[in-house]
């Protein structure tokens, strides 16, 4: 039975047999789909802890959102599977460990070892346990196999970035 659609669509195979949709417009509302467009939304579930001093990789054990993939929760780690340009955010929530005097920063980290150009951050004004948020964003281009990482770091007094609300996303947009 051959199953018809009056969706518009663009599908590729890179073997003649498996085809993969590229490209569909919904013919109720015209809204166009790219569902293997890779992006996700990956956040933690426990309080990770940050001493004084210390840039430390945030460990994202979770998804929201990673059909395609993308996303490594065992390592923490996005990992680009085409070149192309990303867009990346991160919120990092504050939680109290001995003192609100901490001064929390954060940053998003290619390759394990490259701070990405504007993805830096610091909240220097006093800090509200589970209230005080840093939030970033920037855009990078990425090959095929480069990676993309969340760091936090604190000064003046250690602390945690909160569960379930310390996250970061990401999405290929061109």
Not at 2 to 30: E, I, Q, Y
Not at 101 to 127: D, F, K
Not at 133 to 145: E, I
Request: aromatic share 12%; glycine share 12%; hydrophobic share 35%.
């Amino acid at each position: 039975m051959t199953r018809c659609s009056d969706r518009f669509r663009l599908a590729v195979s890179a073997d003649g047999s498996t085809f993969f949709d590229g490209l569909s417009v919904d013919n109720a509302n015209g809204i166009v789909d790219q569902p293997q467009l890779p992006r996700f939304k990956a956040y933690t579930n426990y309080d990770n802890y940050v001493g004084v001093g210390s840039w430390t990789k945030i460990g994202l054990n979770n998804t929201d959102y990673n059909d395609q993939g993308a996303f490594d929760a065992g390592t923490n780690l996005f990992t680009a599977p085409v070149d192309g340009t990303y867009l990346f955010g991160a919120t990092l929530l504050y939680k109290v460990n001995s003192s609100t005097s901490a001064r929390m920063r954060g940053r998003l980290v290619l390759n394990g070892g490259t701070e990405i150009r504007g993805s830096y951050g610091e909240i220097s004004g006093a800090h509200v346990s589970e209230a005080t948020a840093l939030w970033l964003q920037t855009m990078v281009p990425l090959v095929a196999g480069d990676t993309i990482e969340l760091h936090g770091y604190f000064r003046a007094q250690d602390g945690y970035f909160a569960a379930d609300h310390t996250s970061l996303w990401g999405c290929k947009i061109g």
